[in-house]
């Protein structure tokens, strides 16, 4: 009896640290921001412009000491570009990225979602939405029309890659 409960146990033991090995360990992520003052050089003419401009980094952060810095397009690359710690949220999955940018009659609202693929997270779904304000003349009010669609990425685009394609990902 004494030796069927010991193999029993074992057995137990056994089954237990099976599971424990096959689990995905999930991976936890955090975002913080930081701006760097880039001094523009003088003109042709040697005229000193005082003109700065703010360019952005995000780093992402994993719970396992792996990090990617992404470097964000500016106001001017992207037509009023904004992004700041509170556009970075984790999710179950992953994280997501939310980026709101336009001017005049339309502005964007794009969230970018990650999650982790071959060991990197990696973007694999992108929800825009396309807010088209146009006057009133009747009323003197602004109208607005918004449209959703949602993009699934094929190929998955790893977060190593992401620096070069975000521009290009922007409003489409």
Same mark, same amino acid.
């Given at each position: 009896?004494k030796?069927?409960i010991?193999?029993m146990?074992?057995?137990?033991?056994?089954?237990?640290?099976?599971?424990?090995?096959?689990?995905?360990?999930k991976?936890?992520?955090?975002?913080?921001?930081?701006? @760097?003052e880039?001094?523009?050089?003088? *003109? %042709?003419?040697?005229?000193?412009l005082?003109l700065? =401009?703010? +360019?952005?980094?995000?780093?992402?952060?994993?719970?396992?000491g792996?990090?990617?810095?992404?470097?964000?397009p500016?106001?001017?690359?992207?037509?009023?570009?904004?992004f700041?710690?509170?556009n970075?949220?984790?999710?179950d999955?992953?994280f997501?990225?939310?980026?709101n940018?336009?001017g005049g009659?339309?502005f964007?609202s @794009?969230?970018?979602?990650f999650?982790? *693929? %071959?060991?990197?997270?990696?973007l694999?779904?992108i =929800?825009? +939405?396309?807010?088209?304000?146009?006057?009133?003349?009747?009323?003197?009010?602004f109208d607005?029309?918004?449209d959703?669609?949602?993009?699934?990425?094929?190929p998955?685009?790893?977060?190593?890659?992401?620096?070069?394609?975000l521009p290009?990902l922007?409003?489409?």
């Open positions: 009896m030796k069927q010991t193999i146990l074992l057995l137990l033991a056994l089954l237990f640290a099976s599971q424990a090995m096959t689990e995905k360990t991976m936890n992520y955090t975002g913080k921001v930081s701006w @760097e880039i001094y523009l050089p003088p *003109s %042709d003419d040697g005229e000193v005082f700065t =401009e703010w +360019r952005c980094y995000l780093l992402i952060s994993r719970s396992d792996e990090a990617w810095e992404l470097e964000i500016s106001g001017e690359e992207v037509k009023n570009l904004s700041d710690e509170s970075f949220e984790e999710t999955d992953g997501l990225l939310h980026f940018w336009g009659r339309y964007w @794009e969230t970018f979602f999650k982790e *693929s %071959d060991g990197e997270p990696c694999y779904k =929800e825009s +939405r396309l807010t088209e304000y146009t006057l009133n003349k009747k009323t003197g009010d607005d029309e918004t959703t669609k949602v993009r699934m990425i094929a998955l685009i790893k977060l190593s890659d992401f620096n070069e394609k290009k922007l409003g489409q």
